[in-house]
C-alpha cells in the first residue's frame, strides 16, 4: 500500500477528503504522516482524531530552512514515504527536501496553472474576472507553482457568483480531483 505523506498548514479539508477515499475504498493508500508547519491549525487536531502520526512544528524554532527540511526528510525517510502531498502547505519547498523526493512531491492549486500562481489563488482569478478558473494538481519543483501539471478540472464563473461561492466551487472540485490524481500516479506505480 502506497504510504503518503500529507503537508498543511491550515484547515486540512484536503487532508480530510484524502482520509475519506481512503475510507470508501477510492484510494488505495495509507496516510502515514501528517507535516504541519502551523501548532495551531485545525489540521493538527483532525489528525490526532484520525490516529494519523504527525510531525508538527514551528518554522520559527530553526535557524534556516535546511535545518527543520532535514528533519523532514528524516522523518520521512524512516517512515518510508512513497509520495509527498502537499495540501494547502503554504511555503515553497526547498533544496534540502526537493532533492531526495524529487518527482515524488505534488501540489494541489486552486487555479489553472500557469494562470494565477502563489498566494490567493482564488481571489486573483475573482478579480480578474475570468469566467473559468479551475484546480490544478502538479509535481513540485524549485519554483512557485511552476512544476509539470498532473491534472486539471475547471470551474465555470457566472457573473452572480461571489468570492465565498468560488470557493466553494472549486474546493468541491479539489476533494474530488486530488484524490482521483494520487490514485492514478500510484497505479501506474509513480509512488514506488
Ligand atoms: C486549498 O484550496 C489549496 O488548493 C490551497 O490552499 C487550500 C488549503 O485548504 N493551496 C494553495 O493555495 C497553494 N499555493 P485545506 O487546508 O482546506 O485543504
Known amino acids: 500500500?502506497?504510504?503518503?505523506?500529507?503537508f498543511a498548514s491550515g484547515t486540512g479539508s484536503n487532508y480530510d477528503a484524502i482520509i475519506e477515499a481512503i475510507n470508501k475504498g477510492t484510494l488505495d493508500a495509507e496516510v502515514t504522516l501528517l507535516v504541519c508547519d502551523r501548532p495551531k491549525a485545525r489540521v493538527v487536531e483532525k489528525a490526532k482524531?484520525?490516529?494519523?502520526?504527525?510531525?508538527?512544528?514551528?518554522?520559527?524554532q530553526y535557524a534556516k530552512k535546511e535545518m527543520f527540511e532535514s528533519k523532514i526528510v528524516e522523518i520521512l525517510?524512516?517512515?518510508?514515504?512513497?509520495?509527498?502531498?502537499?495540501?494547502g502547505?503554504?511555503?515553497?519547498?526547498?533544496?534540502?527536501?526537493?532533492?531526495?523526493?524529487e518527482g515524488k512531491i505534488i501540489n494541489i492549486h486552486p487555479s489553472l496553472l500557469p494562470s494565477f500562481p502563489g498566494l490567493d489563488a482564488i481571489g486573483q482569478a475573482f478579480n480578474a474576472g475570468v469566467k473559468v478558473s479551475g484546480v490544478t494538481v502538479h509535481?513540485?519543483?524549485?519554483?512557485?507553482?511552476t512544476g509539470k501539471i498532473i491534472a486539471q478540472d475547471i470551474v465555470n464563473i457566472?457573473?452572480?457568483?461571489?468570492?465565498?461561492e468560488l470557493q466553494n466551487e472549486i474546493q468541491k472540485?479539489?476533494?474530488k480531483l486530488y484524490p482521483e490524481t494520487i490514485q492514478k500516479l500510484i497505479s501506474r506505480g509513480e509512488s514506488s
Open 89 to 101: 502547505y503554504m511555503r515553497l519547498i526547498g533544496k534540502t527536501l526537493l532533492q531526495p523526493f
Open 139 to 145: 509535481y513540485v519543483d524549485a519554483g512557485m507553482d
Open 173 to 175: 472540485v479539489e476533494h
Open 77 to 87: 525517510k524512516e517512515a518510508e514515504i512513497d509520495l509527498v502531498i502537499l495540501a
Open 158 to 164: 457566472t457573473d452572480e457568483m461571489t468570492r465565498e
Open 49 to 60: 482524531r484520525n490516529g494519523t502520526p504527525s510531525f508538527v512544528f514551528d518554522p520559527k
Open 1 to 6: 500500500k502506497a504510504k503518503l505523506a500529507v
